[in-house]
């Protein structure tokens, strides 16, 4: 018998600090199957957030920054300008991204600046253990709506992808799960698309990774990946939002 | 040295960063040192380099971060207000050990203040200004010749000791035209160094970062970066003594300040009173031994300020209460004529011991 | 036989995700406590009905698991 399935080369053969289920460990997989796929790994440039994925760089072999909360985008700007021909991508979680970050995640895409974004929403602060993100769907509970998201107090959960594509300078934009093996097939596509569109120098690419946080959302893994299509999914549906126009 | 240009400061300044090497430059608009982004958004595509007007000062200065991590030569400019909204980079900056030059020239505050000249960023500039143990390197010019060749050199001091470096000058020196000259062009490739970022090829990945979770790894690197900052304190000390040997009364004055001052020294010497200048052109490392030491030779010292007694703390401190150490300051953007100077230094004479 | 996986103990977390995704039902969640304090994934095929299909590394969020399959017996190659 040969191996069929192992892991990518760009993943040191370390555990993950994760917890049980979660869905940071699919998605550093897949960007590190695209890497190896692509063979960039000696060309690539990860910014790592803050959040639970700061420590990104103690899973993935390749130079990396790690960024202040929701800056991971300038940096990587400063980075590519100085470097065109690298290969350089943020990863992001929802408050990293679309809360205090917000300004540097439109303004990156505005820029068309040709760097990829992979946004892993969780709708949830699962670092800081379990607070409001500004993904937090109306009527979900978190240690700061302990009465469920009201949005006449709370307001409303950002859909980050609809509005980064109304943005010219934005050539790839996707959301995507990480729910079940089909969708994980689907989200490598999305992640390999957007890294390949930052390689033909098209703009600024963005995927969103909707995950699961089974510690924080109180469930069982199977009971969060459940979650994730029958409640995250319909407020954030899946799908390719703006694919760069073919030659 | 080439031939004499007739330049304002801020422009001086962007010029000399060019001439320096600098070839990136992330900046946001603000009074009074647009100039620098103008000059810039002008000059460097012309060289081959990179201007980019930022979305804010908070994002300016982390393209800095990021693109000080390459490992190339990079420089940010501001004023007050947008300083203050940098520091947060300019902490994480530091705690990465990344060298870049960052130039404040100041204006009044506190809040969104004035737009004319101030020094009230003294503390923020010499004392760390964002979280964190560290300082910054900081050098203060008092005329656009100095402007220039200090931004010359606070690229190789940022490299040197991979720091930033601050340039901090005041709304005044960035709009005062004056004859400047540029020393010969520096090397321009500045990439290559043991630590930078430009992807893993035929060598382990490099990672720069600012997370220590583990709190006595976390001293051990404070440790290092202070033992660093020990080494520029030994080596890095600048500062001009003027007409102070035989002086009476040393006025202890920087950047623009210093410049009215030698004005003042000059009338007051002409009336008889002998005056002198100790100006500090390092802040941080400051020369407390030269100020000690005016101390022990009995003079009596005069701090000025455009700002309500921060440099006049650390004169305290160097003297250690040695000699009296009277002080005056014009604040909110009020600079002080150099007949206020004149009439507080005839006030320190007359003062008994 | 045309399929078989190994379960990194070292790297699994217990989950069970690929408990559920196997579609012959061949993972279940482990009696005993691996070396890092979880009841790991263990693989039981005594009949041989793995496929090989990978499903299960797909779902697995802690790369713990390498999937072999055999050519032969008709499994395709990716």
Not at chain 1, 170 to 177: I, N, T
Request: with cysteine; charged share 20%.
């Amino acid at each position: 018998m040969e191996v069929v399935y192992e892991r990518p080369k760009s993943l040191f053969p370390v555990a993950t600090h994760y917890c049980p289920g979660c869905g940071h460990g699919i998605i550093h997989r897949l960007v590190a199957e695209v890497i190896d796929e692509l063979e960039i790994r000696e060309k690539t440039v990860a910014v790592a957030p803050v959040g639970c994925a700061v420590l990104l760089y103690n899973y993935l072999d390749v130079d990396c920054y790690e960024a202040a909360h929701g800056r991971a985008p300038a940096i990587a700007t400063g980075c590519k300008r100085v470097h065109p021909d690298l290969v350089v991508f943020t990863y992001q979680g929802d408050g990293d991204f679309a809360a205090i970050g917000t300004a540097e995640a439109i303004h990156v895409a505005a820029r068309g600046e040709k760097i990829t974004t992979v946004f892993v929403n969780n709708a949830i602060y699962g670092m800081t253990a379990g607070q409001m993100a500004p993904t937090t769907l109306i009527g979900q509970k978190s240690t700061t709506t302990p009465a469920g998201r009201k949005p006449e107090t709370a307001g409303f959960p950002i859909r980050m992808c609809e509005i980064v594509a109304t943005l010219p300078g934005a050539a790839y934009v996707a959301r995507v799960s990480v729910s079940s093996p089909k969708n994980v097939v689907q989200a490598k596509k999305a992640i390999r698309k957007a890294f390949e569109t930052q390689m033909r120098g098209l703009g600024y690419s963005l995927v969103e990774v909707l995950s699961q946080c089974p510690t924080n959302w109180h469930m069982t893994p199977f009971e969060s990946v459940k979650w994730v299509d029958e409640k995250m999914a319909l407020y954030y549906p899946l799908g390719e939002f703006k694919v760069p126009k073919e030659e | 040295m080439t031939e004499k240009r007739f330049m304002a400061g801020n422009e001086a300044i962007a010029e000399a960063a060019i001439q320096a090497g600098c070839r990136f430059y992330f900046g946001y608009p603000i009074t009074p040192q647009n100039e620098i982004c103008e000059y810039m958004s002008m000059r460097l595509p012309e060289v081959g380099g990179t201007f980019l007007q930022a979305e804010s000062e908070v994002a300016a200065i982390y393209m800095t971060f990021g693109a000080a991590g390459t490992g190339a030569r990079v420089m940010t400019s501001s004023s007050s207000p947008g300083i203050s909204l940098m520091q947060e980079g300019i902490s994480y900056i530091a705690a990465a050990e990344l060298p870049c030059v960052i130039v404040n020239m100041m204006r009044g505050g506190p809040g969104l203040g004035g737009i004319h000249p101030s020094q009230a960023d003294y503390f923020q500039a010499t004392k760390g200004g964002g979280h964190g143990d560290y300082h910054l390197l900081v050098l203060a010019p008092h005329t656009a010749q100095e402007a220039v060749n200090l931004t010359m050199l606070a690229f190789d001091l940022a490299d040197k000791y991979r720091n930033p470096v601050m340039v901090l000058g005041d709304g005044n020196m960035g709009q005062m035209m004056e004859p400047v000259e540029f020393p010969p062009p520096a090397k321009t490739e500045f990439s290559k160094k043991e630590w930078n970022l430009d992807g893993a090829r035929n060598r382990p990945r490099h990672l720069i970062k600012t997370l220590y979770l583990d709190p006595p790894v976390l001293e051990k690197r404070n440790l290092a970066i202070a033992h660093k900052l020990g080494e520029a304190v030994k080596n890095e000390v600048r500062f001009e003594s003027f007409m102070v040997d035989d002086a009476d009364v040393v006025i202890g004055a920087y950047g623009t300040v210093a410049r009215i001052a030698k004005t003042a020294i000059k009338l007051l010497r002409e009336n008889g009173v002998k005056a002198g200048l100790l100006r500090p052109i390092s802040l941080y490392p400051f020369p407390y031994q030269q100020f000690a030491k005016v101390a022990e030779s009995g003079k009596k010292i005069l701090v000025v300020e455009m700002s309500l007694g921060q440099m006049f703390q650390d004169v305290q401190l160097a003297v250690c209460g040695k000699t009296k150490v009277n002080f005056y300051s014009r604040v909110g953007g009020v600079v002080p004529g150099y007949d206020e100077i004149v009439r507080e230094v005839e006030k320190t004479a007359k003062e008994s011991g | 036989m045309t399929g078989k996986i190994v379960i990194n103990e070292d790297f699994c977390k217990g989950c069970a995700l690929c408990v559920n995704a196997c579609p012959q039902k061949l993972l279940k969640t482990a009696k005993h406590v691996s070396k890092t304090s979880y009841h790991p994934a263990e693989f039981v095929d005594a009949e041989g009905k793995c496929t090989g299909c990978g499903l299960c590394a797909l779902i697995c969020p802690d790369v713990a698991i390498q999937v072999f399959r055999d050519r032969k017996a008709g499994g395709e190659k990716k």
